[in-house]
């Protein structure tokens, strides 16, 4: 089956409705090449509409294509962006335009861009120091239940990921498509993309829990290092 030429066939029965703007591809499908897209899992697309509709998605198979495909009005599109929704500033910075039938999502894509580049939120002090300060102690709580190995591996692993979450909000950069974690933060910082890769190959719990250990020294010692120690004072209970 040629993937392309079942994609030709859905982008023109697409245009056929007057409120579509535009169709986009999406994660890998919108990095394919030369139109060879038949070495794909499924082909993503958004398509977005001019007139107010709920959000809707379709995975099914199409002329035995696997299709993966999002619709959406420029309404909901455009307040999505604006609220600055990791999902959507994410999909919208890798996708490609594949039809428009005005330069809108041209200008829609270049806000996205100019929100990306400009980074999330710089946090405050105090969310500095709560991410300090409960990293730390997950970390303690990991090893005070060694005792307990399946509960502490998999503490060990929520750390892991929690870890690199941070580090991003520290820095304010966008976190990336977690099927893309890996391959994006060799980008942002090779010492801890080597580390992560470390934790990884890891398989027993002491290798991991020393790794882990190291990645949240290394992120945390710009910051002011570990925080075990809370003065009393505003908390955020619900984070």
Aim: with cysteine; hydrophobic share 40%.
């Amino acid at each position: 089956m040629d993937y392309f030429k079942v994609l030709e066939e859905v982008v023109n029965q697409q245009k056929k409705d007057e409120h579509v703007v535009a169709i986009l591809t999406i994660g890998k499908t919108a990095k394919v090449k030369d139109f060879n897209y038949n070495h794909l899992n499924d082909v993503d697309l958004l398509i977005v509409f001019d007139s107010n509709r709920p959000f809707e998605r379709q995975v099914e198979d199409i002329q035995g294509v696997p299709f993966d495909i999002s619709y959406v009005s420029i309404f909901d599109l455009i307040t999505q962006i604006e609220s600055r929704s990791n999902i959507w500033v994410n999909m919208l910075m890798g996708a490609s335009v594949y039809y428009s039938k005005n330069e809108l999502i041209f200008g829609i894509i270049d806000r996205v861009k100019d929100i990306y580049l400009n980074g999330t939120v710089n946090l405050e002090q105090e969310d500095i120091d709560f991410i300090r300060f409960t990293l730390s102690h997950k970390l303690k709580d990991i090893k005070n239940r060694l005792d307990e190995p399946m509960n502490a591996k998999h503490l060990t692993q929520l750390l892991f990921q929690r870890i690199l979450e941070d580090y991003y909000a520290l820095h304010a950069i966008w976190f990336p498509n977690p099927k893309n974690l890996i391959e994006k933060l060799s980008l942002v910082s090779e010492p801890l993309c080597g580390m992560a890769k470390s934790y990884l190959s890891a398989w027993t719990l002491e290798e991991q829990l020393i790794i882990v250990e190291n990645m949240l020294k290394w992120i945390l010692e710009p910051f002011g290092g570990l925080l075990y120690d809370w003065k009393k004072g505003h908390y955020v209970i619900d984070k």
